[in-house]
Every structure is written in structure tokens, then in C-alpha cells.
């Protein structure tokens, strides 16, 4: 009984370190969203997720228009940002663009939660990672 235990302790801890592995393994997404196009957004968002269902690690850049958006008090995009919460809720990751932020005026306070403010290092980190595509809409 014991040695049963030990080997269904060893499949498990084999299976549960190569599931992070596998998701390496299919590749990161890095999205490029410009535009404040609802249909557009919708595309970009919709296809994030799917993608994201495919074991692929996902990153969204909103910037340029887009970053309205990520701002909850445009009612216009309410859709859009349960997208938003749902690919956060899986482990995606949304960056934003400050200088495109204080261009239209989108303050920190109204952006959608869990939304991360970009940087050199933390936009660059995401799109130059090893194995990264890009698309843009």
C-alpha cells in the first residue's frame, strides 16, 4: 500500500510541474490593440481568449485608442472588459500604455482591475520572451 501511495504521489508531482511546461511549449501571444473600434476590440479580445483556451500564455498591449478600453467608465465597452476579466481571471495579462493613457486622458483610477500600467521593461519583457508571436488590431 505504501508503495502505491509513493508512486501516485510521483505521477502526481511529475504531471503537475509539466503542466506549466506544456503551456511554454505551445507559445506566448503578445496582442497589439490600437484601436477603439468596438468590432475591432471584440476580434482581438475574442481571439486572445480562444487562444487562451488553447494553452497559450496570452499578453494584451492596450495602447493608442484602446486604451479607452481599459477605462470602466466608458459604458461603451462594458462587453469588452468582461473579455478583459475573464482572460485575467485565467492567468493572461493586460498592459496598458501610459503615455497613451495621459495622451486621451484615462486616469489610473478608472482602469479596469487588474490592468498593469506598462513600462519599458515589463512591455518589453512580455513581447521579446522566447517563443512569443504578435498580432495587431
Known amino acids: 500500500?505504501?508503495?502505491?501511495?509513493?508512486?501516485?504521489?510521483?505521477?502526481?508531482?511529475?504531471?503537475?510541474?509539466?503542466?506549466?511546461?506544456?503551456?511554454?511549449?505551445?507559445?506566448?501571444?503578445?496582442v497589439n490593440l490600437t484601436s477603439d473600434d468596438a468590432h475591432r476590440a471584440r476580434m482581438a479580445l475574442v481571439f486572445?481568449?480562444?487562444?487562451?483556451?488553447?494553452?497559450?500564455?496570452?499578453?494584451?498591449?492596450?495602447?493608442?485608442?484602446?486604451?479607452?478600453?481599459?477605462?470602466?467608465?466608458?459604458?461603451?465597452?462594458k462587453e469588452h472588459q468582461s473579455y478583459i476579466a475573464a482572460i485575467l481571471k485565467k492567468g493572461g495579462t493586460v498592459l496598458i500604455c501610459p503615455m497613451c493613457m495621459k495622451h486621451y486622458r484615462v486616469g489610473r483610477a478608472a482602469l479596469v482591475d487588474g490592468l498593469k500600467v506598462g513600462s519599458p521593461e515589463l512591455t518589453g519583457a512580455a513581447l521579446f520572451a522566447a517563443g512569443t508571436k504578435t498580432l495587431t488590431w
Open 48 to 77: 486572445s481568449q480562444k487562444q487562451q483556451e488553447r494553452g497559450h500564455s496570452i499578453t494584451i498591449f492596450l495602447n493608442d485608442r484602446a486604451v479607452r478600453v481599459g477605462d470602466r467608465t466608458k459604458r461603451k465597452f
Open 1 to 30: 500500500m505504501r508503495l502505491l501511495r509513493l508512486v501516485a504521489f510521483a505521477c502526481l508531482a511529475i504531471l503537475v510541474t509539466a503542466l506549466p511546461a506544456r503551456a511554454a511549449e505551445r507559445g506566448a501571444l503578445f
